[in-house]
């Protein structure tokens, strides 16, 4: 099982960033993706949800700025992250739990940076 983040980055205030998350050695499509992050001295925090049906939810200060979205061909999930502040610079990590019934999985990748300065 493998989950690699991508599209991290230096950005300034105001600025946007894609990031991605590549997922292989399991069946993506019935697994929950979720973005979580983790900024410097801070406990880790959820930014974003989506389910294997493609219901999406987005948590807190992150809402109206960032979208979660999945490519189930492409067995990724991706963070569009608008309208950036600097309070949004943090380790993005993705998360990836198992809806299939009896099987349990729980993955992390190791997440991509994000720095959000002038």
């Known amino acids: 099982v493998q989950l690699v983040e991508s599209g991290g980055g230096l950005v300034q205030p105001g600025g946007s960033l894609r990031l991605s998350c590549a997922a292989s050695g399991f069946t993506f499509s019935r697994y929950r993706m979720s973005w979580y992050r983790q900024a410097p001295g801070k406990e880790r925090e959820l930014v974003a949800v989506i389910t294997s049906a493609g219901s999406s939810t987005v948590y807190g200060d992150s809402k109206g700025r960032f979208t979660i979205s999945r490519d189930n061909a492409e067995n990724t999930v991706h963070l569009q992250m608008n309208s950036l502040k600097p309070e949004d610079t943090a380790v993005y990590s993705c998360?990836?739990?198992?809806?299939?019934?009896?099987?349990?999985?729980?993955?992390w990748g190791k997440g991509t940076l994000v720095t959000v300065s002038s």
């Open positions: 998360n990836a739990q198992s809806e299939i019934r009896g099987e349990w999985g729980d993955y």
